[in-house]
């Protein structure tokens, strides 16, 4: 989103245009608790309001951006706080914000963020606390009937608590007796690898370094991470295509693009700071063009916030210039298809003695296998291609042409792409695609997977990694003088499987929500409580903190808006890096929530020393200062180079990516196309003809981030007070003699044996197509199983996911 605060001036708001009133004092209740449903979709039009003032916006941003914001900040409890903290949000001397991944702009001259970076601050800048009071007022049995949005509005843990079985209650424990208690149960293990240690996106790249060398000392490298359940796909492909597992291009790169292809990802809920630039792109004429199961809002319209004419006038600006909807699982077709006609059109062209339309000197300088790959695109019918792709031959070739006709192409996506089964090939085809045109390392193209959270791309660059490159396993062992273990770790779906056999004891989370952010949430709930230890580490309470082992820790954090100072009252700071491989310093403005926090750097560095002693690493030295965890993150991976000192010029600095500068770490030593077929059957094409079977993709809701429910309205899509609905178009409402806002359960149809049921969710008419469903996640997480992941990449196939409708008995 567009600037809302320039340089060092106070929040501004516009003037609101007769009939929409003042913003922000006098909001509403944020929120009303699930089954509170206010929204009431009986009509069959494509808008699921019930015809009341809250209509769905006809574009992002805008006035709802400001009332959101408003909002967020009146619930915080703390306005005029609030809004001081958000003008030092990505600035040199602030924090870094603790939303998404997508990244600041370079020039510095204002600050910029997003509704959703709001939210996020917000939600951490509360003036609520769930202190030892509230675990002795309530069990754990009763506050696992609480929804996901409930628990999170109660506020900021404040003490260290241990779960007591006797009385179901968590109760609070020393800091030392944690980590002493902590240390026991790891040491009392058979086998390191019978822990698994979990980590978030939004943990700190000194914090997730920290971890990973203690891991790795403890004698393990079973880290599942949050990118094993997002962007594992991209990862892989590229490593294989480029590589390396990280995008191409800058954020300036996006002005000076001529074509910008937008695939399976919809900015205007994940990283909203990316419509600026879109935006921005389109009105200097760039083509940006959208494959996208679902029409959305944020890639129509975009309305800015901080242009007073243009909210005076209610206006709005396009965001794309042309929108294709592939059915689930399709886009690999799609991009074959495209690449048929390029093919056609570089014959057509030798044929006829015009210019050529590849790029032969890159092709032959810098790729390998091209030719494999023309075969299979050859060998590929239109018929295939239509038939998986769910779009005409003329619409694949009309998207084509804009490719031929722009010089400087970037090809963007998310998550959209890389939770099928076949992701890693579907990603392989988007980089054989570009790289027919040189579309790789130069100005103004590139690829470009969009991450989640903030650090989830820092986290696996500073060593979590499960299947740790060896050269990061040696410069470790030269570092501390011990070997390193070598075999495989697990991911995340290797760590659910050894919960479920009950090969895995003990269970460490580095932040995050794991048990609502896996698949197969009902078996993962039980198999968590199976384990001997469950430890987390968090700033809020939520339902992975309320499946205890047989001992369990609560650890409550800072979190990166609020000061961190060591023993000595220096303050601290940390660092994260961007999808675009930017690192940026975050230092904390705000006093603690509560004085007995502790930094996650000083949590791990605790359980570290109880676990290890001081011998190898001065655990306690490091716990204390940040800047000497830099030092150590730079001698282990030189690319960080002089950190310390880096990180702290204005805007941080840029981790050197070869293939933006056409160096292929790959074993050809080239840029590798693949020759990979299209899928024999997607889900769509396996359930096609099946009476009431559909496909379904789990996806945000506009007022939640991953699985932190800020609210219950998603008013993009036209939803409000309710997160139990499935979007559906139409026709397939009719076909199950249901009719929009029938309330229906969900079945899963995965053949194993396990029954999984999501009971009571309201049908909402929307714009997709036919045979392909869409509803939330994590409400929607039962259905997806474990077992069904992606190729090479274990990444949930949380996009194709097989489902049936019945009846519901569950009252609307």
């Known amino acids: 989103m567009r600037p809302l605060f320039l340089g060092a001036q106070p929040l501004h708001f516009p003037t609101a245009p007769p009939g929409i009133g003042a913003i922000p004092p006098g909001f509403s209740s944020l929120v009303e608790p699930i089954g509170a449903a206010r929204a009431c979709h009986k009509a069959p039009a494509m808008t699921h309001n019930n015809g009341s003032e809250k209509a769905p916006s006809t574009a992002a941003g805008g006035w709802g951006a ?146 990973q060398m203690f891991v790795r000392l403890y004698g393990t490298n079973n880290f599942p991470d949050c990118s094993n359940m997002c962007h594992e796909a991209s990862g892989v492909a590229l490593t294989e295509a480029i590589g390396i597992g990280k995008g191409t291009v800058l954020l300036e790169d996006f002005e000076k693009a001529d074509a910008i292809f937008v695939v399976g990802q919809n900015p205007g809920t994940n990283h909203p700071r990316m419509l600026a630039d879109l935006r921005a792109a389109t009105q200097r004429g760039a083509r940006v063009v959208v494959f ?103 619409q694949i070739t009309e998207a084509a042409e804009i490719y031929l006709a722009s010089d400087r192409v970037i090809t963007t996506w998310a998550m959209g792409i890389t939770q099928h089964r076949h992701s890693v090939p579907m990603i392989r085809e988007i980089a054989n695609f570009m790289f027919l045109r040189g579309n790789v390392g130069r100005p103004g193209a590139g690829l470009c997977p969009v991450r989640g959270h903030s650090n989830v791309q820092g986290d696996r660059t500073v060593g979590i990694n499960e299947k740790a490159p060896a050269a990061l396993l040696d410069a470790m062992e030269r570092e501390l003088g011990v070997a390193m273990p070598r075999d495989r770790g697990h991911n995340v779906l290797q760590a659910i499987g050894a919960m479920l056999s009950g090969d895995a004891r003990a269970f460490i989370a580095l932040g995050g929500n794991f048990a609502r952010a896996t698949p197969d ?92 002693g001081n011998t190898t690493v001065d655990w306690d030295a490091l716990a204390q200062d940040n800047d000497k965890i830099r030092d150590l993150i730079a001698r282990v991976l030189p690319i960080f180079g002089d950190f310390n000192a880096q990180v702290r010029k204005p805007r941080g600095f840029h981790l050197r990516n070869g293939a933006s500068e056409r160096e292929w770490n790959t074993p050809a030593g080239r840029a590798t196309f693949s020759a990979d077929p299209l899928p024999e059957q997607t889900e769509w094409q396996n359930l096609r003809g099946e009476n009431r079977r559909f496909v379904l993709q789990t996806f945000r809701s506009h007022d939640q981030y991953n699985t932190t429910v800020y609210g219950m309205d998603d008013r993009y899509r036209g939803v409000y007070g309710e997160r139990n609905v499935v979007f559906m178009h139409p026709d397939d409402i009719a076909a199950l003699g249901a009719e929009p806002g029938d309330v229906m359960d969900v079945v899963g149809l995965h053949d194993d044996d396990v029954d999984r049921i999501a009971p009571g969710f309201r049908l909402v008419a929307y714009d997709i197509p036919k045979g392909c469903v869409a509803g939330y996640y994590p409400e929607l997480n039962v259905l997806v199983p474990h077992q069904v992941f992606g190729d090479k990449s274990f990444t949930p196939a949380s996009k194709s996911v097989p489902v049936t409708f019945r009846p519901s008995e569950t009252p609307a």
């Open 521 to 612: 949430s009902a078996l993962i709930a039980q198999a968590m409580q199976n384990l001997d230890l469950t430890v987390n580490i968090a700033t809020k309470l939520n339902h992975g903190h309320l499946l205890p082992g047989t001992h369990s820790y609560i650890l409550p954090c800072l979190g990166r808006t609020e000061i961190d100072k060591n023993a000595a009252g220096v303050r601290q700071i940390v660092t994260v890096e961007d999808s675009m491989s930017m690192v940026h310093g975050s230092g904390g403005i705000n006093p603690p929530a509560a004085k007995t926090l502790k930094s996650e750097v000083q949590i791990v560095a605790g359980i570290a020393r109880a676990t290890l």
């Open 66 to 211: 400001l009332k959101s914001v408003g909002r967020q900040l009146m619930g915080s409890g703390k306005p005029l706080s609030g809004a001081r903290t958000m003008l030092k949000a990505n600035q040199p001397d602030g924090f870094d914000c603790p939303g998404c991944a997508w990244g600041d702009p370079e020039h510095g001259s204002s600050f910029e963020f997003c509704e959703n970076g709001v939210k996020a601050v917000a939600w951490e800048a509360t003036r609520d606390r769930v202190t030892p009071a509230f675990f002795a007022e309530h069990s754990v049995s009763e506050l696992r009937t609480w929804s996901d949005y409930a628990l999170e509005k109660q506020g900021r843990l404040t003490h260290p608590m241990r779960y007591d079985a006797d009385s179901d209650r968590y109760v609070e424990v020393t800091w030392d007796d944690a980590f002493a208690g902590i240390a026991a149960r790891l040491n009392a293990l058979d086998d390191p690898n019978r822990a698994e240690f979990y980590t978030s996106g939004r943990a700190s790249n000194e914090a997730a370094f920290l971890y």
């Open 292 to 394: 996208n199961t679902l029409k959305e809002k944020g890639l129509h319209r975009f309305a800015d916030p901080q242009n007073k004419l243009e909210m005076i006038r209610g206006g709005s600006e396009a965001t794309s210039t042309d929108y294709y909807r592939p059915r689930l699982g399709g886009d690999m077709a799609v991009f074959r298809g495209m690449a048929k006609v390029v093919l056609a059109a570089e014959e057509a062209a030798q044929a006829t003695g015009q210019p050529a339309v590849l790029d032969h000197a890159f092709l032959s300088t810098h790729t390998e296998a091209f030719e494999a790959y023309r075969d299979a695109v050859n060998a590929t019918s239109w018929d295939e291609i239509e038939d998986q792709s769910g779009l005409s031959r003329d």
